[in-house]
């Protein structure tokens, strides 16, 4: 039986996810009613995006029907409804505090490669949202 009824897990759509997913699943005891998913995407306004052939802006648009394929096939692959996957634009920490304080979670589960030194002075998303996190959080060490 799990202590966590709203859990919000962050994927990257990489080798990873699907052990971070299992993770997650497991703290919602196996229920994944209690879990909702997000994927972040840099924003193609604020700099981080990249521009087409043509010299125009990627639209969000245009990413989330790149992106949503490969997210929804993970959600299925764990046998959890499109409807608690979310897609969302921005700095990735600041997405993820954002979207588990609207969905009132107790646990966010996020993958960590563990980086030291350098790497991690120079910042690195699981040791933001453990930082700033409005709930507990599960880092879960991946290669």
């Known amino acids: 039986m799990s202590c966590y ?4 897990c962050a994927i990257d759509l990489d080798a990873n996810s699907s052990r971070i997913l299992k993770m997650a699943i497991s703290q919602a005891g196996g229920q994944t009613s209690k879990l909702q998913v997000i994927h972040t995407c840099e924003h193609p306004i604020t ?5 087409t052939g043509s010299n125009l802006p990627t639209t969000e648009a245009q990413i989330r029907q790149k992106v949503y ?3 929804r096939a993970i959600l299925e692959k764990h046998e959890i409804p499109a409807s608690q996957g979310h897609i969302e634009f921005g700095q990735p920490s600041e997405a993820i505090h954002k979207l ?14 563990g980086r030291s030194g350098l790497q991690l002075l120079l910042g690195s998303t699981s040791n933001s949202v453990l930082k700033h996190a409005p709930c507990d959080v599960l880092t879960v060490k991946v290669e």
């Open 5 to 8: 009824q709203n859990i919000l």
């Open 47 to 51: 700099g981080y995006g990249e521009l």
């Open 69 to 71: 394929p490969e997210f």
């Open 100 to 113: 588990a304080t609207q969905l009132s979670c107790d646990l966010i589960v996020v993958g960590s490669h």
